[in-house]
């Protein structure tokens, strides 16, 4: 079947009859967990509200002021999500989202321009797709492509657009398909005629999405960058339309805020920002060297005082301070508890005999509001309190099992 929504993409609000309604239940996320929860699934006579399909995402919007949470197509129907339920045979208002829709058609349409120009430019086939929710991708039947290439196919798809070349969409029975017409095939439980996109002189498909009319409607393509993907494919991702201004908002809002930060101009941040990084490596350097010589003081320390046990915290420690501390007070027969980090993200480990350490590690760990494990003589975990007196809890812990 071919619905109203493919015949009329630009169409934003129809009225349809319901030809059922039957209960159902759906998964979606409900305080950040998905459970499964009860609601309708609707069937109308026809519909604007896309159904998934083609690697295009369903449309949404509303049907009788309810909110439409999902379209999927069942065979030849149109199947709508709603929670709440309509009566069989009432004619229902559907209104769709429109800038949902928008984007939609002006990404699907700049797929099929970019895949017919990889093509024709280097004979790169396409082989899957992806609608993202800000950048779409598609995947290519080539082990990598070159800036050069990148830059070829950009430059022709955008010379098309300029051009305005018409998108026309034909209904073909599946045997009367001429045979210049691309196709990757039809899903399983494809019923009915066919529907064959067109950009005239340039491109034919099968494909069940929405359109633009016109190549001029989808104002510019941008073709972002090219990755490996899966078994010798290359991604070639890109934005279109409307998603080349957002694109173009957000980097020039980051650009400002650079230059107010570095207080230079943006043609000089990479620059700064290579010097900052440099500056930023040799600090850590000189950090972990300062850390490792505080450790190896606060081993002599604890070594001059004999005790049966220690405890060691610093809020701006590190895993080289803790191996380093480790390390110098292996040889002393000591149970050693040493935390690192702020209050509520930290780390501990515990060192000393096992029997000692697989009894306390546990308990200490809990204290602190931590996961981890032991092995051994050597109990490590993440916490989350390390505040003073969460520390001085687990220093009780400590002082009641050597008394």
């Not at 306390?360 to 916490?383: D, H, N, T, Y």
Request: proline share 3%.
């Amino acid at each position: 079947m071919v619905f109203e929504c493919q015949k009329s993409p630009y169409k934003r609000e129809f009225v349809s009859k319901v030809v059922s309604c039957s209960p159902c239940q759906i998964e979606r996320l409900v305080q950040g967990k998905k459970e499964k929860v009860p609601a309708f699934e609707v069937l109308l006579e026809d519909t604007v509200f896309f159904p998934e399909g083609g690697g295009q995402p369903d449309d949404r919007g509303l049907l009788n002021g309810i909110s439409v949470l999902q379209v999927k197509r069942r065979g030849k129907d149109a199947i709508h999500i709603l929670q709440e339920s309509l009566d069989v045979g009432a004619l229902a208002t559907g209104v769709i989202d429109w800038e949902r829709r928008w984007d939609h058609m002006q990404q699907h349409s700049g797929q099929h321009l970019i895949t017919a120009i990889a093509d024709a430019l280097f004979g790169f086939k396409t082989t899957s797709w992806w609608l993202g929710e800000t950048v779409s991708h598609i995947e290519l039947d080539t082990v990598n492509v070159s800036d050069v290439q990148l830059k070829a196919i950009e430059s022709q798809v955008n010379e098309k657009i300029r051009e305005a070349v018409a998108v026309e969409v034909k209904v073909y029975e599946g045997d009367a398909i001429p045979d210049q017409v691309r196709s990757r095939g039809l899903p399983d439980d494809h019923v009915g005629p066919v529907r064959v996109v067109s950009i005239l002189g340039v491109d034919s498909n099968t494909c069940c999405g929405t359109h633009v009319s016109n190549l001029s409607h989808l104002q510019f393509i941008k073709l972002l960058y090219a990755e490996k993907g899966k078994k010798n494919k290359t991604n070639l991702f890109f934005i279109c339309g409307n998603r080349v201004l957002d694109y173009i908002n957000r980097s020039l809002d980051r650009e400002r805020q650079l230059t107010k930060i570095l207080k230079n101009g943006p043609e000089d941040h990479v620059d700064l920002a290579n010097k900052l990084q440099a500056s930023v490596k040799l600090s850590q350097k000189t950090l972990q060297t300062l850390m490792k010589e505080l450790a190896v003081v606060q081993a002599e320390k604890i070594k001059t005082e004999k005790l049966k046990f220690a405890i060691v915290h610093r809020k701006d420690g590190d895993a080289d301070y803790v191996s380093a501390l480790i390390s110098e007070l292996a040889s002393e027969d000591i149970t050693l508890l040493v935390t690192v980090g702020e209050d509520n993200n930290g780390q501990m480990t515990l060192i000393g005999q096992e029997e000692v350490v697989s009894s306390l590690g546990p308990k200490i760990c809990s204290r602190l509001a931590g996961k981890g494990a032991g092995k051994g003589k050597r109990f490590q975990a993440k916490v989350t309190q390390l505040n003073p007196s969460s520390r001085q809890e687990a220093e009780t812990i400590l002082r009641e099992h050597f008394q």
